[in-house]
């Protein structure tokens, strides 16, 4: 919630979502949306467990890091990560509203979760995943399976819980341990034995689906920071491992459809890189955020429309069609020079503007170029 309304807004300049009145959850009491996204984050960053990261109770994101009863409270530095991503999210949103209260509490809040991840969660070249009651940390380089998980250093990126030099060597950890031919599994190496602090995820077999399978939707969220990042050849990379057709696993042996992103590919050795779960999965809206907003770099902004590339050295020229508040753009992208980053110069319907956020039009179809 404290990502996509924002999101919201910026695609559709809507700012009166954010005064419109809407019932809790189960609940008899009416708030504003407004309310309730600052009730959100203000929730999150105080249901903490004792070393002051979010409480992940049933589970997070993978629901397959459901907990023995028996094992108490864990903490998700991934959760925690996504609230700092979600108060950086409800800062700009803030400061539009002219609300400097709530602007400079949330990048408090933002700072103080940032440095007791750092504080608790480093690893010394990466991020762990979950701590339990007991001080067990999924995702260390000192535990005996599952070292080092991918979401944790994405979500990092997305939540800039650090400065560049460290969230670039938890990515060059990503580059390192969980790059593999046939994707990005969500963690290396796989559970190989019944673990009762982590739960459902150590029965699943190994290499298979969120026990270190190729989990395409976390893909998603590290082609997102690869381009936050500048690191144009690692997002196309994993874009390319993700498409259906990846060289390295063609679909003459994953026997996904060739139109069809995928939930996962598989690792197990009896059946390597097949896939699973085609069409319903959340990887196919991740994977059109990353390459429309982020590779291609038409992104929405609260100003209007974006144009921030981060495109591969082996792509020269794109295109892409884009809708936007009631407007068609049509943009061409120019990387013959291998920049590859942001936009030197921009012209629309001929006539080259300053900055690069585009001119807001109401209808009409308009010519874009971008140089990178």
Request: proline content about 4%.
């Amino acid at each position: 919630m404290l990502q996509t309304v924002p999101w919201y807004i910026k695609e559709t300049g809507d700012f009166s979502i954010l005064d419109e009145k809407v019932p809790y959850f189960e609940s008899k009491e009416v708030g504003t949306v407004w309310d309730h996204l600052q009730r959100s984050y203000r929730h999150l960053s105080t249901d903490l467990g004792k070393r002051g990261l979010c409480l992940q109770h049933h589970a997070d994101w993978n629901d397959q890091l459901e907990p023995s009863e028996k094992t108490g409270e864990r903490e998700s530095v991934m959760v925690s990560e996504q609230l700092c991503a979600g108060l950086l999210e409800m800062a700009a949103l803030a400061d539009r509203r002219k609300d400097k209260a709530t602007s400079d509490e949330c990048r408090q809040l933002h700072q103080k979760m940032a440095d007791q991840i750092n504080r608790v969660a480093w690893d010394g070249e990466w991020y762990t995943r979950t701590i339990c009651e007991d001080g067990y940390a999924l995702g260390s380089s000192q535990a005996d399976q599952a070292k080092i998980f991918v979401n944790t250093q994405s979500w990092a990126v997305l939540g800039r819980v650090a400065d560049d030099t460290r969230l670039r060597q938890c990515m060059a950890a990503v580059d390192k341990h969980l790059t593999k031919p046939e994707g990005i599994p969500i963690c290396d190496p796989p559970c190989s034995k019944f673990d009762e602090r982590i739960g459902r995820f150590t029965t699943v077999m190994p290499y298979h689906i969120e026990n270190g399978g190729c989990y395409n939707h976390a893909a998603g969220f590290k082609t997102v920071a690869d381009c936050l990042l500048g690191r144009a050849e690692q997002a196309w990379a994993t874009i390319v491992k993700v498409m259906p057709d990846n060289p390295e696993n063609p679909v003459s042996q994953s026997g996904t459809e060739p139109f069809s992103f995928t939930n996962f590919f598989t690792r197990v050795p009896m059946s390597r890189g097949r896939s699973g779960y085609p069409w319903r999965t959340g990887t196919a809206g991740w994977f059109t955020v990353a390459l429309v907003e982020w590779v291609l770099g038409a992104r929405r902004h609260y100003d209007g429309l974006l144009i921030d590339p981060c495109l591969t050295k082996q792509i020269k020229y794109a295109r892409i069609k884009r809708t936007y508040r009631g407007a068609v753009y049509n943009i061409e992208l120019d990387n013959s020079a291998g920049r590859c980053r942001g936009a030197q110069s921009i012209t629309v319907d001929g006539k080259r503007i300053t900055g690069q956020v585009l001119p807001l039009f109401k209808d009409g179809v308009h010519k874009v170029k971008g140089v990178i």
